[in-house]
């Protein structure tokens, strides 16, 4: 059962939701893998854990990791049962369900076989994938199919990945960008229509999901296939580069992190390496750092400063500007012994384990010291979503929201 908001604060809530789908998404909102800048950061964490009670709560199908992506007063989340794949549509404010679409899926695979990908909200447009690449583009004011796409039949992927479509999806320079496979690692669409701009050359999907920037002063695509990084040319799709890497596990799940003008990559594969580019936009083989104690196996660390913050069975901090040195190691708060997510604000970070524990911490070069833990929901690896100053997450029960 849904638990409402105050009747006044919901009809607000409805009606921010009517303005809001005429307007942009906002800076403060979370509408893709990792927030607004897909880096894990957020303007403003509190000093202490409230006692965390949910605002509202509603329930769902069953298990699903897929991230929440919330912009403009709309949540839109991936779930799923034993035979239908469904995206739900909700008012971010008081939890009131707007539209949902539901697709056949009794399919099998390890770890459930639901959606892994996060919603990403794009001009009043919201784009989802499911674990067996089916691409869809909705309308976020009805959650009409604007347009839909088979990537494995589109680009003749023989094989879906073991386990499944993982990699978010990301607009960039007007385009939005996937990693199909078969007949093109990453691919550019025209987000209004699907038809193809172009599509980069390389190997199979890996667990990854791809950034955009500006390297070695050349605007690129940069994210994994299956054996290799690499770096292809924003306008063009030109591969730049390739860097092989150690893929012994099979799987490479951290999303690569821009460390100012340099590439920062960590996973259960290979210890964290810190690379520099060419002027022409071709990176170095050769890594200017490296840290053996930042090799996180499904965490993508995050930036904070002259600091990354990162977690491999213990919380890390290592200099970003001091050849990785480790500054500190955190290994006796147990909540950090499982896989987290982080999420950053200025000297304070919130990290969300995956069996629910939700630990709220300031740092420094110094150490951290813990301000609140709370247990929030049941056992799920989705990446918590924070938007003014609420707290979205989800297990195979419910989805929560929080005040912070």
Not at 99 to 118: C, I
Not at 240 to 259: K, N, Q, R, S
Not at 354 to 381: E, H
Request: glycine share 10%.
């Amino acid at each position: 059962m849904i638990v409402h908001l105050p009747l006044r604060l919901s009809a607000l809530a409805s009606m921010w939701v009517v303005w809001s789908l005429c307007y942009p998404v906002a800076a403060a909102d979370w509408p893709q893998w990792r927030g607004a800048g897909r880096d894990g950061h957020v303007a403003t964490l509190p000093k202490t854990l409230s006692e965390m009670k949910p605002l509202w709560k509603q329930p769902v199908a069953g298990t699903c990791d897929a991230g929440i992506g919330v912009a403009g007063g709309i949540l839109v989340m991936a779930d799923h049962d034993d035979t239908q794949d469904y995206y739900r549509c909700y008012a971010a404010a008081d939890g009131k369900a707007l539209w949902k679409r539901s697709f056949p899926n009794d399919r099998e695979m390890d770890h459930g076989s639901g959606p892994r990908a996060t919603p990403l909200f794009h001009k009043n447009k919201v784009y989802v994938l499911s674990a067996f690449g089916e691409l869809y583009c909705f309308d976020l004011k009805t959650g009409n199919t604007v347009w839909q796409e088979i990537l494995t039949k589109e680009f003749g992927v023989k094989r879906v990945p073991n386990w499944g479509y993982c990699g978010s999806l990301l607009v960039a320079d007007g385009k939005l960008i996937v990693n199909p496979g078969g007949k093109a690692a990453v691919v550019a669409m025209r987000p209004e229509t699907g038809e193809v701009v172009w599509q980069g050359e390389g190997g199979q999907p890996n667990y990854s999901c791809f950034i955009a920037g500006r390297f070695g002063g050349v605007e690129q695509v940069v994210g994994y296939d299956a054996t290799s990084l690499g770096g292809w040319e924003l306008p063009t799709g030109k591969r730049l580069w390739t860097l092989d890497v150690e893929t012994g596990h099979g799987y490479i799940v951290p999303t690569p992190l821009a460390v100012g003008d340099k590439l920062l990559i960590a996973d259960g594969n290979n210890q964290a390496q810190l690379f520099a580019f060419d002027q022409d936009g071709k990176i170095r083989e050769t890594p200017v750092a490296r840290n053996k104690d930042l090799a996180p196996e499904i965490s993508t660390p995050v930036s904070a400063g002259d600091m990354i913050l990162g977690q491999a069975e213990k919380l890390v901090c290592v200099d970003a500007a001091g050849g990785l040195k480790t500054l500190w190691v955190q290994e006796t708060e147990n909540a950090f012994r499982n896989d987290c997510h982080l999420i950053l604000a200025e000297d304070r970070a919130l990290a969300m384990n995956s069996k629910g524990v939700l630990v709220l911490f300031q740092f420094d070069r110094q150490g951290m010291k813990v301000l609140g833990k709370k247990t929030i929901c049941k056992k799920t690896l989705m990446h918590p979503t924070v938007v003014d100053g609420r707290l979205y997450v989800r297990d195979s029960n419910s989805l929560y929201c929080y005040e912070l």
